[in-house]
């Protein structure tokens, strides 16, 4: 029932900000309770966790997101686990980073099953001040999937942690638009989890900024890695620049033309989460992914862009909570039934309850 809901009528401004004191002061102090608990007031949307993002947000755009999606089982969270444990472990000369791992898996319940798929490497990272864990299940957010788990990343981002690794689920339309919210998304596959390669038949080749063929120790890895491979070939065609650079030199053209605008070629690569095979040079894909939208500009204009798409989705959620605060229930019940009478089309229908939909 769309109307009558429990979230019927709330607004921010019934909490009064002096009664219970916002969790953000002691985030950016990096206290690690009020985290957790100022992720749970998100999750839940409770108005004390969006007044307390509110504070936070001027703290956040230095994150690195990485988005890492595929199909159930290919390895994800284990693969997550690895990164984690090597930008806390890095090798001589580099410095340790922090990092979140949030897991977004709607169909598993908030408390209930594993968060990561190697318990071993769990524990290593637990205790760890350095990473944060966090599982949301979120079905029931008002703002949708994308938005609420954008939340909890700003909160991260905002605590300081460097690397924010956001695993999702399957390749449904839910994905894609987390994959939005990243930086860099990894699509992960894996040899013989079907007929087919799974993120293909979704499309969401698209949006991978590097592929990873995990379990690369299973029969069937060189099969994947080659579709991959020819599936990439299928979907971007053109020609690289670089490849006719020396042609274009033969040109009298400006110096300032002849440099190419480096492009992206996602990178297809090997591992073996259960034994941390190829995590390194996952790692340097991700760090040479980032430089890559430095150098280009890519950076300010993808963060223009996910920032775009939060404002959006809250947008649309805004006005259609105004709205049904504003519309009449008796309304919308009589215009629902003459539509399913077939009296009224659908876009009359919308007419009718946002023109004349107002009770008061
Ligand atoms: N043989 C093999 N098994 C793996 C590999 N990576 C993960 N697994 C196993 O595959 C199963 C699913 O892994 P998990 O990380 O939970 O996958 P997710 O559902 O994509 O998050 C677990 O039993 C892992 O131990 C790998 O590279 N090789
Ligand atoms: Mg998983």
């Known amino acids: 029932m769309i109307f009558g809901g429990p979230y019927r009528g709330r607004r921010l401004n019934n909490v009064s900000q002096a009664a219970v004191p916002s969790l953000a002061p002691a985030v950016l102090a990096g206290e690690r309770l009020a985290l957790a608990r100022l992720l749970s007031q998100i999750e839940n949307d409770a108005p004390l966790g969006m007044l307390a993002l509110g504070e936070l947000f001027p703290h956040t755009g230095k994150a690195h997101l990485v988005g890492v999606t595929g199909a159930p089982g290919t390895g994800k969270s284990s693969l997550v686990n690895q990164l984690a444990l090597y930008f806390r472990r890095p090798p001589d000369g580099e410095s340790p980073r922090r990092v979140a791992i949030l897991a977004v898996d709607p169909s598993s319940p908030f408390t209930g099953g594993a968060i990561l798929g190697d318990r071993v490497r769990m524990r290593d990272l637990s205790g760890d001040?350095?990473?944060?864990?966090?599982?949301?299940?979120?079905?029931?957010?008002?703002?949708?999937?994308?938005p609420a788990t954008a939340s909890l990343?700003?909160?991260?981002?905002?605590?300081?942690?460097?690397?924010?690794?956001?695993?999702?689920?399957?390749?449904?339309?839910?994905?894609?638009?987390?994959?939005?919210?990243?930086?860099?998304?990894?699509?992960?596959?894996?040899?013989?989890?079907?007929d087919d390669i799974q993120a293909i038949k979704a499309g969401i080749l698209e949006i991978a900024d590097i592929?990873?063929?995990?379990?690369?120790?299973?029969?069937g890895a060189d099969n994947t890695e080659r579709s991959l491979r020819n599936m990439l070939q299928l979907a971007h065609p053109a020609p690289r620049q670089f490849q006719h650079h020396g042609r274009l030199e033969k040109v009298t053209v400006p110096a300032a033309v002849l440099v190419p605008e480096p492009i992206w070629e996602t990178p297809v690569l090997r591992s073996v989460a259960t034994e941390g095979a190829g995590v390194a040079e996952l790692a340097a894909a991700i760090a040479r992914h980032r430089l890559h939208l430095e150098q280009t500009g890519d950076w300010g204009r993808r963060e223009r862009f996910r920032l775009q798409a939060e404002l959006e989705a809250r947008l649309r959620q805004g006005l259609l909570e105004r709205w049904r605060e504003s519309a009449s229930p008796t309304l919308y019940d009589e215009i629902l039934d003459r539509l399913v009478a077939r009296r009224i089309s659908p876009v009359q229908a919308v007419t009718a309850l946002i023109d004349g939909g107002s009770s008061q």
């Open 129 to 146: 001040p350095g990473v944060f864990i966090r599982s949301m299940a979120a079905r029931g957010s008002l703002g949708g999937l994308a």
């Open 153 to 194: 990343a700003q909160v991260f981002d905002a605590a300081g942690f460097e690397l924010i690794l956001i695993e999702t689920v399957g390749a449904g339309q839910a994905e894609v638009d987390i994959a939005r919210l990243a930086h860099t998304t990894i699509v992960v596959e894996a040899p013989g989890l079907g």
């Open 211 to 219: 592929l990873v063929v995990n379990k690369a120790d299973r029969p």
